[in-house]
């Protein structure tokens, strides 16, 4: 078996299935065993509690899946050309600004499928292998693995940069038990800019290359199932799933290729949508319009919790009043502590204080 020759057509493959990067690379993640060991060890994970429940086997590939060699690697862009324009939708306070991610159809099921097709391309060509895809369910390394594969190098506010195609990608991984040969590990090229640790609303990059998820807006708009904290809230804005910022400021993101996916363009409207319009969703809507979507993860008290947040934020509209208003008596304790804090901001608004 020619294994360099492999590798080529391995690429070759996954281009024409529409992936923009195919990488290679081994299963040595020291350093980032390391890393991860002291950011959970700094609690600055919050309640990911899923980042360390797997041990060992997050950074080690041949304990999750035995007889692995190799990791291969992939990027698939989902930058969306034909939505609206992200920092217009972020300084209208009265609309939703959701990830640019999150605007189409899941992308599991997209990259997954792909991924199996990588796979079965490589199976007819060599036969039978020991493999296994990955796209964001299971304990792996995803950028880490990505940037020793060439994909690109981790920045400082902690996504993978790729120098010809910013960040806006999407991340998948083929773990095989083939000893291909493994690419070179992407160079850094943030240099001294600091324009995602500048401009990140809640501050939660406290270092280069180091996040303190519990103040990150993606974290508390997502994966947080709680109450926001009061200090986040107003620097929130209009944010309701997820946040963007660090990567629309970054410059390398200047050569991001739009995507070609159509799953990955914007569903109903949810560009520039009004918040009041997607607050008024019943729970029978929020599961219509968020079929098939990254929406779902945060679940219906969730999305109005975060669009309470919104709402606070916002123009104090009659409309906006009278919805929350509406809203209370059915309320969870949880979602009616927002609601209440909605409505103090709308009809006795005081100067934002700063994050801290």
Known sequence: MDLNHLATQIKSWGQALGFAHVGISDIDLTQAET?????????????????????????????????TLRVISVQMDYFPEAAADAWHIINDSDRAYIARYAL??????????????????????????GYRVFVDSAPVMERALGEKAGSGWIGKHTNLINKQRGSWFFLGEIYVDIALPPDAPARN????????????????????????????????????????PMEFRAAIGNRIFGCDDCQLVCPWNRFATPTRERDFAPRHGLDHVRLIEL??????????????????RVGYIGWLRNLAVALGNASPHADALTLLNQRLPTSTPMLAEHIHWALQKLTNPRPASSVK
């Open 35 to 67: 890393y991860l060991a002291q950011w959970l060890a700094d609690g600055l994970h919050g309640d990911l509690d899923y980042m360390h429940k797997h041990g060992t086997r997050r950074t080690r590939p041949q304990e999750l899946v035995p007889g």
């Open 104 to 129: 189409g159809r899941d992308y599991h099921k997209t990259l997954r499928q792909r991924l199996h097709k990588l796979a079965q391309h490589i199976e007819t060509e060599i036969g039978p292998r």
């Open 189 to 228: 090229h943030c240099g001294s800019c600091t324009r995602c640790i500048d401009i990140c609303p809640t501050q939660a990059i406290i270092a280069p290359y180091r996040l303190d998820a519990r103040r990150c807006i993606a974290y508390l708009t997502i994966e947080n199932k709680g109450a926001i």
């Open 279 to 296: 607050f008024a969703w019943t729970e029978t809507e929020f599961l219509a319009y968020t079929e098939g979507s990254p929406l779902r």
